[in-house]
């Protein structure tokens, strides 16, 4: 496990977005593993300027996100099909037939959840994927709990998770309750992980997840056992932790 720190925000975005930028260049026909919320943005931001500069081409590349609210149609504003089209996907020249979201209007949870495992099974699996951190530990929306889950699946979100994101909707009640969400054992077949996490408001969490016990009840914490894990967080995120940063 390699942990960079930065600075500050920017700085991590670049950071991060010079991981996948790598990873695209090394291997053009790439499967990457996409995130959603207000971490990320700073990293696609980059990723289109460079695109824009040139650098980087998407033509080949295909991605899977992790998540998507159940319940939400794909035009919602909050719906994360419609946040990835915004912050990154029409403004690169990835073809759209190659991006793949839970589908959030799929009432059927066996069928959805089976679905999208077979869609990253028949990619080849993911190379690299992008994992914000929540306040509880969730990575993707696996909340905590008493298993780690395998697969794709549909989960509770919990309240914890509910107040976090109410930001973005008019209230609370507007948050949707559950959401489509790879699992734990699809996120860890990733070959390669880059988890980010900014702010003084998540040192306690990442050093549960970076130095804990493994647990399901920190569902980060199964991070531990990958072999290629890259946490690029800013300093003051980073201020529990006794590991060695870069």
Not at 11 to 23: D, E
Not at 58 to 87: A, C, H, I, W
Not at 162 to 188: H, L
Request: charged share 20%.
């Amino acid at each position: 496990m390699r942990i960079y720190k930065t600075s500050d925000y920017n700085t991590l975005s670049q950071k991060a977005a010079a991981l996948i930028a790598a990873q695209v260049v090394q291997k053009p026909v790439s499967v990457l593993g996409l995130a959603t919320g207000s971490s990320p943005i700073g990293i696609y931001k980059q990723l289109i300027q460079w695109h824009h500069e040139g650098i980087l081409d998407f033509s080949q590349v295909s991605t899977v996100n992790l998540d998507e609210y159940k319940g939400l149609p794909r035009d919602n504003v909050q719906s994360y099909y419609y946040f990835m089209n915004e912050n990154l996907f029409k403004h690169i020249n990835i073809n759209p037939e190659s991006t793949y979201i839970p589908d959030g209007m799929e009432s059927d949870d066996a069928k959805e959840c089976s679905a999208y495992e077979s869609v990253i099974n028949n990619m080849g699996g993911v190379d690299l994927q992008l994992l914000g951190l929540g306040y509880n530990g969730h990575i993707g929306f696996n909340e905590p709990a008493d298993n780690f889950a395998k697969a794709t699946h549909c989960v509770d979100l919990q309240k914890s998770t509910i107040d976090a994101n109410k930001r973005f909707f008019a209230s609370a009640e507007d948050v949707p309750k559950q959401a489509y969400t790879m699992g734990c054992g699809t996120i860890m077949r990733a070959r390669k992980i880059v988890l980010i996490a900014s702010g003084a408001e998540k040192a306690d969490i990442i050093a549960k997840a970076l130095e804990g016990p493994v647990t399901p009840q920190v569902p980060a914490s199964i991070l531990q056992f990958h072999p290629d894990v890259t946490i690029v967080a800013t300093a003051d995120a980073l201020t529990k932790i006794s590991g060695e940063t870069i």
